[in-house]
DNA sequence: TTTTATAATCGTAATATTGCAATATTACGA
DNA sequence: TCGTAATATTGCAATATTACGATTATAAAA
């Protein structure tokens, strides 16, 4: 065991649980911020922003990537990144259905 | 290593992730949505609902009710869940003002 | 009090994640 | 082509998470 069992789950679910994994590290929340804040794109600034290896950061550049939520652009040798905001937004809308219909009359 | 270094970043990059966190597995988003579409409280139908064993359902129950997500009360024999919309409320304010606030201009 | 139903906890195995050093790759400029 | 800067990948150690059986607590009912 120490498998997820997705398959037992909703595709619903699943997307939610999944979209949710990929803010689910301030190392990522804090990437996202920053090129947020960048307004546009940079390179590997972020390893000297956030205090974490280069190898670490460009992991967790991957698993954002993987998401849909990153471009990228080669700029020199050096690689420009910015947020696809249309993924993003999805997953905000995604993500604000499940609080919105979400409903408890309690006990 | 293997440890996430939570000290580099600062408090909202953290609750973010932590609030994130809550719903970025299956279980406990499935747990959340079927303590809702029962409207009030509910008991270890969550077990038969689910297919994951008692054990299992309980410990995702205790990371949502430690995120302060749960209200629970004992009814009878039969313990009575229902979902802390304040908190609820909140999550969904914190994780939209992230979704809100984030740009990006592309390269 | 004993039984029974319900839920929490413990112990443990399997797997996933995090982080980094070392190394590879990629793309440019000399 | 060589050297160099920027990123990606690999391999590994430490730790976290997921899942479940077994056990333990808890409270109502018999």
């Known amino acids: 065991m120490g498998?997820?069992?997705?398959?037992?789950?909703?595709?619903y679910v699943?997307?939610?649980?999944?979209?949710?994994?990929?803010?689910a590290h301030p190392?990522?929340?804090a990437i996202l911020k920053y090129i947020s804040e960048q307004g546009s794109c940079i390179c590997n600034d972020i390893?000297?922003?956030i205090g974490l290896?280069?190898?670490t950061i460009?992991?967790?550049l991957a698993v954002i990537a993987d998401a849909g939520l990153l471009k990228g652009t080669f700029?020199?040798?050096?690689?420009c990144y910015c947020i696809n905001m249309e993924t993003f937004e999805n997953f905000r809308v995604l993500l604000n259905s499940f609080f919105i219909t979400t409903k408890s009359k309690c006990c």
């Open 47 to 49: 390893v000297d922003e």
């Open 75 to 79: 700029k020199g040798k050096a690689k």
């Open 58 to 60: 460009s992991q967790h």
């Open 53 to 55: 290896s280069q190898a």
């Open 3 to 11: 498998v997820t069992k997705r398959y037992i789950h909703s595709d």
């Open 14 to 23: 699943n997307d939610i649980a999944i979209t949710a994994k990929v803010f």
């Open 27 to 29: 190392a990522r929340v």
